[in-house]
């Protein structure tokens, strides 16, 4: 609930990044980035600069092997996912243990040193690498599960853990994490944690914030901070972990992790629909949600530009005929009749009912994969049609894809495609425009217009991306002035040199 | 036009991790995820698409196997098939049915439905054998286009483009014939719901090895299966130096 009485036209103390676009234009598309440095209006902070003396500390700690200076090295740590942002980093250390985690960031606050905390890399608002010259401090090496318990289905790991990696030995145990995002291949645990991941299955299994039992972190101060309980209940005291969750790299780096897993499904089923209008859209995930029930485990919907772009983009064929919509509507249970039976019913119902004209139903993994590629790889395919203006907001879902329209109609004549796709059962719009080069006058078409819409329907301007390096200063289109100023004295008390993840998460003061 | 009759097994999805049981005497397939053969997906298609030609004018599915295959059935059918025959085979009579007695059955089917054309998967993905089709066209002395990557049917001449180690082989077979299907003969169609919806009406008719005059003893006895052994982990070198020292080491060199 949003208490806010700040309206949107009097958010004096928002200032809008402007990035100089010229740069951003210069580049063919899979040439290296114009370094955010340039490309953006944005000012070192005053951080000492790394001198031998640092690198021969920090080989002290962890080995000539894993302290990393070769400028090719280092290029795929310096750039985000989307090749939108590009650092400048001379420096790249991999740790193994907390330890030496602890260690390396001791010396780096007391020497001040900017530290970029970096998992996966796979963050879609640049704020998993470097702006400038932080030491990004990656946990590549901790890939270690301390343990998994069957009885209880926790997960204890270090947070360097790839998801995809983590699912497969938890399958051993017919166990499950309890998220699921198109990134699995690459994103790190403790990544998933710092950002606050949403994901495909928030819809069954809830938040981070529910499910991690306990964290393990060190601060800024490399003081580390032990809070990795197994505990599905404990109040005693504060719930520190919680900082720790979702405030991306700006208040400590995550070094371990207790996870709360869910039972692999026994039985997984997934109906893909085709619908008429996104009022079908709406009728459906509500019946979903009282016909399908406790099986229910993911509803997400796309529109018919997402289909066009997977099919020209990648290798992907549209399995039913051609609709203006289309749903993903996955149930996962433990008995495969039981499952099918009510899926059945429920599928039987909407056909005849005429809310889907049209759709398909899989229930071989094979078949299950290529569908959900079809929802899973619209970013990827949106990357190779242009320039990818990308907005993830939470919105009331009567208007979430009048949202859509809106900005079509505002833009049809200077983009290539407007579309919508998402988490429609979790209210969380994935808005997308490309064009064919990026252009500051279509983006100034888009913002601030995007962010006071999302504002004007007491929305959130970042659903799950979180932040990051692109989106903070527009926080308080979302957050009143009360909350950001109680987050930057949070800040300041942890990280009182400002050295982890500069730049990043909140707007400037 | 012809009568199409199809072949289709139930086997464990081929995305899922076998086990074997721990008495060695099979995989588990206790809970674990089955669906139709690939190949005979694609020879289901196939058919499909004759009718759709008008090139056949009846599309049959048939399996052999416990009341689980029926959901296999239910699947040939919501992809576009007219009716089903199950052919009930149950416990021991399964575990060691073999493509012998598939052959025969099929052959047995074919004379009763008066068929035309049998297209089945050039092989199943669990056994591997790439028997049926050859055995079942030997019974009945049909001709036999295997590994068909295309297959052209004009009045009662079938052509058949075989993928063969060299290439491409075209063959010209005189109907009635049997054709096994290979990857790259269509992609299979994704089961609609209206078409799930309308199968649930379709036949489904029952019957059994020895209705049909076929004797399930086997003469082949599985004595153990395992796992292939472990393949063991490679090791990382820091250096050209330390990869020269090894492979000395090894005598490679």
Known sequence: MLLRKVSVLACSHLRVISPKWSLLNQRPSHSLPPLTAGAYNVKRGDFAQITDNDLTHFQSIIGKDHVITDHNDLEMYNMDWMRSVRGQSKLLLKPKTTNEVSQIVKHCNERKLAVCPQGGNTGLVGGSVPVFDEIVLSTQRMNNII??????????????????????????????APLD?????????????????????????????????????????????DCLSELRKDNTGYDLKQLLIGSEGTLGIVTA?????????????????????????????????????????????????????????????????????????????????????????????????GLAVDGTL??????????????????????????????????????????????????????????????????????????????PKVLSMIEPFV??????????????????????????????????TLMHRIKELLDPNGIFNPYKTLPDP | MARVLVGVKRVIDYAVKIRV????????????????????????????????KKQASEVVAVTCGPTQNQETLRTALAMGADRGIHVEVQGKDYESMTPLHVSK???????????????????????????????????????????????????????????????????ELKMPAVVSADLRLNEPRYATLPNIMKAKKKKVA??????????????????EVVDPPEREAGIKVESVEQLVGKLKDGGVI
């Open chain 1, 257 to 353: 992790l207790a996870i709360q897993c869910v039972q692999k499904p026994l039985s997984t089923n997934l109906a893909f629909l085709g619908v008429e209008s996104f009022s079908n859209v709406l009728s459906l995930l509500r019946g979903a949600r009282r016909d399908l029930g406790e099986i229910l485990s993911a509803v997400e919907f796309m529109d018919q530009d997402c289909m066009r772009l997977v099919t020209t983009h990648l290798d992907c064929s549209n399995p039913i005929s051609s609709h203006p919509f289309y749903m993903l509507i996955e149930t996962s249970g433990s008995n495969t009749g039981h499952d099918e039976e009510k899926l059945s019913a429920f599928l039987d119902k909407i056909m005849s009912s």
């Open chain 1, 451 to 484: 962010y006071e819409w999302v504002s004007k329907y007491k929305g959130s301007v970042s659903a799950e991306h979180g932040m990051g390096f692109k989106k903070r200063q527009y926080m308080g289109f979302t957050k009143s002035k009360s909350a950001i």
């Open chain 1, 362 to 439: 899989a229930t071989d993994v094979g078949k299950l994969q290529s569908i959900w590629a079809l929802r899973e790889r619209i970013a990827e395919a949106t990357l190779r049609e242009g320039y990818n203006y990308k907005y993830d907001v939470s919105l009331p879902t009567e208007h979430m894809y009048t949202m859509v329209e809106e900005s079509r109609k505002r833009l049809q004549d200077v983009c290539l495609s407007v579309f919508g796709y998402g988490h429609v059962g979790d209210g969380n719009l994935h808005l997308n425009m490309t064009s064919e080069k990026f252009d």
């Open chain 2, 21 to 52: 049981k721990p008495d060695k005497t099979g995989v588990v397939t206790e809970g674990v995820k089955h669906s139709m053969n690939p190949f005979d997906e694609i020879a289901v298609e196939e058919a499909i698409r004759l009718r759709e």
């Open chain 1, 147 to 176: 343990l998994i318990d069957p009885v209880s289905g926790v997960l204890v790991c270090q947070a360097g853990c790839i998801l995809e990696a983590a699912n497969n030995q938890l399958s051993k145990h017919s166990l499950m």
């Open chain 1, 181 to 225: 995002l198109g990134a699995k291949g690459s994103c790190h645990l403790g990544g998933n944690i710092s950002t606050n991941a949403g994901g495909l299955r928030l819809l069954r299994y809830g938040s981070l914030r529910g499910s991690v039992l306990g964290v393990e972190a060190v601060l800024p101060s490399g003081e580390i901070l």
């Open chain 2, 105 to 171: 059955i099929l052959a047995k089917l074919a004379e009763q439905e008066k068929a035309d054309l049998i297209i089945l998967g050039k092989q199943a993905i669990d056994g591997d054998c790439n028997q049926t089709a050859q055995m079942t066209a030997s019974i009945l002395d049909w001709a036999q286009g295997t590994f068909a990557s295309e297959i052209k049917l004009e009045d009662s001449k079938m052509t058949v483009i075989r993928e063969i180690d060299g290439g491409l082989e075209t063959v």
């Open chain 2, 206 to 223: 029952k019957t059994s090895p020895a209705d049909l005059g076929v004797d399930m003893k086997s003469s082949i006895e599985v004595l």
